[in-house]
T-cell receptor
Framework: AQKVTQAQTEISVVEKEDVTLDCVYE???????LFWYKQPPSGELVFLIR??????QNEISGRYSWNFQKSTSSFNFTITASQVVDSAVYFCALSVLSSGSARQLTFGSGTQLTVLP | GAGVSQSPRYKVAKRGQDVALRCDPISGHVSLFWYQQALGQGPEFLTY????????KSGLPSDRFFAERPEGSVSTLKIQRTQQEDSAVYLCASSNNRDSGNTIYFGEGSWLTVV
């Protein structure tokens, strides 16, 4: 079975601060995919990034960066110079390549990020 | 359409009433998923279709829940004899190939409240 843990339930920062959202996952599969989604108050889950288990390179996209470390089963997400529009719930999710339920995502419980002006 | 479209966006049902939630996936996407998201929680998998075939329904919480996708495009999630614990956001998602790593795109959800 797969499990994703987001230990931070809520985080508040002041605008322009950097913030890191933690994600720890559990799986016995050697091939898997990790995702981050953003959920604004409107409810739609907005895709941010996908990373496969064979690619441990960190990635940067504008103010967003991701740190994938297989040794600690972590896939952390950092927002640099946060903005009020970054306020949302952020979900980390895991998908494994296996038979049967090969396609489903297992989500963490989410981190509510509030960026104060 | 440009994104995954769900209707109704909001539904209030009396306990015991049947409800039907509709999902229109991104055009051409063969895979379609339904997730249930309780307040303050992450989404939980309900069921998965590849074209019209329902390949996985292991997440459906009871036999009151039924999903279909008869022509391989639009899908309907039906909940019979709704109970208060069915109150949640029901998210539909789609993706365009069979690779489990392919990106899954979500709709805005149908917010169901059972009173």
């Amino acid at each position: 079975a797969q499990k994703v843990t987001q230990a931070q339930t809520e985080i508040s920062v002041v605008e322009k601060e950097d913030v890191t959202l933690d994600c720890v996952y559990e799986t016995r599969d050697t091939t898997y995919y990790l995702f981050w989604y953003k959920q604004p108050p409107s409810g739609e889950l907005v895709f941010l990034i996908r990373r496969n288990s064979f690619d441990e390179q960190n990635e940067i996209s504008g103010r967003y960066s991701w740190n994938f470390q297989k040794s600690t089963s972590s896939f952390n997400f950092t927002i640099t110079a946060s903005q009020v529009v970054d306020s949302a719930v952020y979900f980390c999710a895991l998908s494994v390549l296996s038979s049967g339920s090969a396609r489903q995502l297992t989500f963490g419980s989410g981190t509510q990020l509030t960026v104060l002006p | 359409g440009a994104g995954v479209s769900q209707s109704p966006r909001y539904k209030v049902a009396k306990r015991g009433q049947d409800v039907a939630l509709r999902c229109d996936p991104i055009s051409g996407h063969v895979s379609l998923f339904w997730y249930q998201q309780a307040l303050g929680q992450g989404p939980e998998f309900l069921t998965y279709f590849q074209n019209e075939a329902q390949l996985d329904k292991s997440g459906l919480p009871s036999d009151r829940f039924f999903a279909e996708r008869p022509e391989g495009s639009v899908s309907t999630l039906k909940i019979q004899r709704t109970q208060q614990e069915d109150s949640a956001v029901y998210l539909c998602a789609s993706s365009n190939n069979r690779d489990s790593g392919n990106t899954i795109y979500f709709g805005e959800g149908s917010w169901l409240t059972v009173v």
